[in-house]
T-cell receptor
């Protein structure tokens, strides 16, 4: 149980284009999902908290107009990197909080590697 | 603000031996959760073990166990009978609880397992 998927796992795009990354909780409902960015050999950096049916909460320094987050259902959140530039190249990871269980645990997707040319 | 400190950037262990990874945290809360996550080269974050602060008993999951010292704000991970597949980055994380509360991660410890 508690599986989170991400799609795509790897994407290459041209500078100036937009890329959408999907995060799905496959076997549980998640009213809250989180989006992280991870640079090589570093820890995870929280970008934003996504709540179903409401606006995402962005961490300080994260451009909300560049990183659009939509949490349309209890099992799906999307991150859209708009007008991507090479500096946006990174590894993006989502996580989902399992509400139904009593463990209050976040489960992570496998991540998406974004390369902007 | 809560902080999590992992003082060992890298550790190594011989296969079949035991290794302990350190983690300390700072919080003024009395109820919270602590986690160890493993990130192998595939970069998939995998939950290793969790501990509720109100529980005095240390959590155990097969070869993985923790030494939770609440007063000292210490949460170390012990890996027994280390296997090659245990090689990974290990992240300690703190969670206060609540719907939108976020995980606070340490910087990680890279564990190498030598055959």
């Amino acid at each position: 149980g508690a599986v989170v998927s991400q799609h795509p796992s790897w994407v290459i795009c041209k500078s100036g284009t937009s890329v959408k990354i999907e995060c799905r909780s496959l076997d549980f409902q998640a009213t809250t999902m989180f989006w992280y960015r991870q640079f090589p050999k570093q820890s995870l950096m929280l970008m934003a908290t996504s709540n179903e049916g409401s606006k995402a909460t962005y961490e300080q320094g994260v451009e909300k107009d560049k990183f659009l987050i939509n949490h349309a259902s209890l099992t799906l959140s999307t991150l859209t990197v708009t007008s991507a530039h090479p500096e946006d190249s990174s590894f993006y990871i989502c996580s989902a909080r399992d509400l139904a269980g009593t463990t209050d645990t976040q489960y992570f997707g496998p991540g998406t590697r974004l390369t902007v040319l | 603000a809560q902080t999590v400190t992992q003082s060992q950037p890298e550790m190594s262990v011989q296969e079949a031996e035991t290794v302990t990874l350190s983690c300390t945290y700072d919080t003024s809360e009395s109820d919270y959760y602590l986690f160890w996550y493993k990130q192998p080269p595939s970069r998939q974050m995998i939950l290793v073990i969790r501990q509720e602060a109100y529980k005095q008993q240390n959590a155990t999951e097969n070869r993985f166990s923790v030494n939770f010292q609440k007063a000292a704000k210490s949460f170390s991970l012990k890996i027994s009978d280390s296997q090659l597949g245990d090689a990974a980055m290990y992240f300690c994380a703190y969670f206060r609880g609540g719907g939108s509360e976020k995980l606070v991660f340490g910087k990680g410890t890279k564990l190498t397992v030598n055959p």
